[in-house]
C-alpha cells in the first residue's frame, strides 16, 4: 500500500510511566514527511511515541487520527522456529511487495537457513522484508541499522533511499538520518520540527544553540542590573529612615506623629524589598528556564596533555600473528603483520564475525582458551579499552567512587575534576547503575583521563552503539583532545572521519589488507 497519502495528527499526548512519571506531555504534530526521522536523548519516550501513533500503546491523555495502517518494527524481536523462506511465506504470496525493493534485502541471505542461525544484520533485513507483504500507510524503523556492520548499514540505508511509502525512523545513525525530509527531535521541552536531512537540522541547531547562548548572556546581564537596582533602592529607602530618625532624635515634633512617619517609613520599605524580590526572582526564573532548555554543552574543555605519546613510541606490534580457537581454523588466511608507533589514530575495521574483539583481547592479554601463531606485542603504556557496555566502570559504585579506587587521590580534588565531565554537587555520589547513557559515557571518560597515569593507548570498541547524538558529539570532541594513541573498531563511518582517523587495519575473515 504504498505511494498513498499517509495522514496522522496528534493534539496533546501524554504518557505517563507504570510507576506514575509522566514521560513526556504536550505532544502536538502532523505528519508532513515522507520520511521523518524521530531523534532526541536516550530515554526520553521515542520508541512509546512510535508504539502510540502504532496503536500498540495508548496515551494517558491527548487524541491521535491515523488514516492507515501503521506497522512499528522494533529494534529486537524474538525469532520464531523455521526457515527464511518459511518465515518469508506472505511475502511471495503478497500482490502489494515491490521485489525491486525487498531483492536487494535478501540478496545474500540463504532462503533454506533457519532464522535462528541469521546473523544480526541478516535478521533485520528479513524483518523489513517481511513487512513489506503488509501494506503500511506508515512504516516504523527503530534502530534499523544499531549494531549492523558497513555492508548492512548500507543495504538499509539503500532501502530507505528507496522505500516510496511513508516512513518514520528512529535513529542515531548520522548517514541514515540524511536519508530523510525531514527531522523530530524529541526533548524534555516537547516535539520540535526540522525540514531537511540531517546536515540541515544540525545546521538549524546551530543557528538555534547561538541564539540561545546570546539571550541566555542578555538575560544574565539583565539579572545583574536588577540585583543591583534592587540594592539601590533599598540603600535609598534606609538612608531616609536613618534621616528620619535622627529628625524624630532631634524632638520638635509630637510623638503619634513620629510614630506615624515610622510606620509610614517601614510600609515603604517593606513594598520595595517585596517588589524588588520579586523582581529579582523574576529574572532568576527566566535564566534559569534557559539554561534549562540549552542542550547539554558538548565540548568537556579537557586538559589531556598527560596523555600525550611521543612519536615513534611503540604502542603495539603483531609480527606474523593469527588466532585460532579450538577445532577451528585460524581467523585470518593471511597473519598480521603492523606496528603502530606514536599518536595514530587507526581504525580496525571488517565484518562482524571477522575477529576484530579476538584481536582487541589478543592486546590486551585477555584471549580465552585458543591457539596464536607470530608475535603480538604491546609497548610500555598505558592502555584503557572503551566499550558499549563501559565495562571498565563499577555499576555499584558512585561515580566518585570509580575514580578513586584507581588509587590513592584526593576526594575534594576528584570532584573538582568530575565538574569537567558535568558531574556537580551530588550527581558525584549517584551509583554508576542509575546513570543514563550520556552519563555513563562521561563517567566512562572521566575513569580514562583522571588515571594516573594518564592513558595513552584508548581502544575504543563500537563505542557508539546507542550513543544519542549529544552524547555523540561528547564523545568526538573529548577524542579530539586527546593526545595518545587510538584504535577505534566502528562501523560508523561519520564518527571515523570526526576522531581524524588516519588510516586502517581492515579484517575480512579470509585475508588482511592495510
Not at 515491490?98 to 531483492?103: F, K, N, T, Y
Not at 568537556?300 to 596523555?307: I, Y
Not at 603492523?338 to 575477529?355: D, E
Not at 554537587?425 to 597515569?453: C, N, T, Y
Amino acid at each position: 500500500m504504498q505511494n498513498q497519502l499517509f495522514q496522522v495528527t496528534a493534539k496533546s499526548l501524554s504518557y505517563e510511566l507504570p510507576r506514575g512519571e509522566m514521560l513526556f506531555s504536550d505532544i502536538s504534530f502532523t505528519w508532513n514527511f515522507r520520511r521523518c526521522a524521530l531523534v532526541g536523548p536516550n530515554g526520553v519516550g521515542k520508541s512509546t511515541l512510535a508504539k502510540i501513533i502504532a496503536g500498540i500503546l495508548r496515551p494517558a491523555s491527548g487524541d491521535l487520527l491515523v488514516d492507515h495502517k501503521v506497522l512499528y518494527l522494533a529494534q529486537l524481536q524474538d525469532r520464531p522456529s523455521g526457515t527464511v523462506a518459511e518465515y518469508l511465506m506472505a511475502l511471495w504470496e503478497s500482490p502489494l511487495a515491490d521485489s525491486a525493493l525487498w531483492g536487494p534485502l535478501l540478496q545474500d541471505v540463504p532462503l533454506e537457513r533457519p532464522v535462528t542461525e541469521l546473523s544480526g544484520g541478516e535478521w533485520t533485513r528479513v524483518r523489513i522484508a517481511e513487512t513489506l507483504s503488509q501494506g503500511a500507510g506508515l512504516l516504523i524503523l527503530d534502530e534499523p541499522t544499531n549494531n549492523l556492520d558497513r555492508e548492512a548499514r548500507v543495504l538499509i540505508r539503500d532501502f530507505v533511499r528507496r522505500y516510496s511509502g511513508a516512513l518514520l525512523v528512529i535513529s542515531h545513525d548520522r548517514e541514515l538520518l540524511e536519508e530523510v525530509d525531514g527531522i523530530w527531535e524529541l526533548s524534555s521541552q516537547g516535539l520540535q520540527s526540522y525540514g531537511g536531512p540531517y546536515s540541515e537540522y544540525e545546521e538549524q541547531k546551530s543557528a538555534e544553540r547561538e541564539l540561545l547562548a546570546d539571550r541566555i548572556d542578555r538575560v544574565r546581564r539583565e539579572k545583574k542590573k536588577v540585583e543591583r537596582e534592587h540594592q539601590e533602592k533599598l540603600r535609598t529607602q534606609e538612608k531616609r529612615m536613618r534621616v528620619g530618625q535622627a529628625l524624630a532624635d532631634k524632638g520638635g515634633l509630637p510623638r503619634i506623629i513620629v510614630g506615624g512617619l515610622k510606620r509610614r517609613a517601614q510600609e515603604t520599605h517593606g513594598k520595595i524589598q517585596a517588589r524588588e524580590e520579586k523582581r529579582v526572582e523574576k529574572s532568576k526564573e527566566e535564566l534559569g528556564g534557559l539554561i534549562q532548555s540549552q542542550k547539554s554543552e558538548t565540548r568537556l574543555g579537557l586538559d589531556l596533555t598527560a596523555s600525550a605519546v611521543p612519536e615513534g613510541k611503540l604502542i603495539f606490534e603483531l609480527q606474523d600473528f593469527n588466532l585460532r580457537y579450538e577445532n577451528q581454523n585460524f581467523l585470518w588466511s593471511e597473519p598480521l603483520t603492523v606496528t603502530m608507533r606514536g599518536p595514530q589514530r587507526w581504525a580496525l575495521s571488517g565484518r562482524n564475525g571477522a575477529g576484530k574483539s579476538s584481536l582487541i583481547k589478543a592486546l590486551l592479554g585477555q584471549m580465552p582458551v585458543c591457539f596464536s601463531e607470530g608475535t603480538c606485542r604491546l609497548g610500555e603504556v598505558q592502555v584503557r579499552l572503551l566499550d558499549q557496555q563501559y565495562s571498565l566502570l563499577n555499576p555499584e559504585l558512585s561515580v566518585l567512587e570509580n575514580i578513586l579506587e584507581q588509587g590513592q587521590r584526593d576526594p575534594v580534588q576528584v570532584r573538582n575534576q568530575l565538574a569537567r565531565f558535568q558531574f556537580m554537587r551530588e550527581m558525584v555520589h549517584r551509583q554508576v547503575r542509575d546513570l543514563s547513557g550520556g552519563e555513563k559515557l562521561k563517567a566512562a571518560l572521566a575513569k580514562i583521563f583522571l588515571s594516573d597515569p594518564a592513558a595513552q593507548f584508548l581502544i575504543l570498541d563500537e563505542p557508539t552503539n546507542n550513543l544519542d547524538l549529544d552524547s555523540l558529539q561528547v564523545l568526538e570532541t573529548a577524542l579530539l583532545d586527546y593526545r595518545g594513541a587510538l584504535l577505534v573498531v566502528s562501523h560508523d563511518e561519520r564518527f571515523l572521519q570526526a576522531v581524524e582517523v588516519s588510516s586502517r587495519i581492515e579484517l575480512n575473515g579470509r585475508n588482511v589488507s592495510r
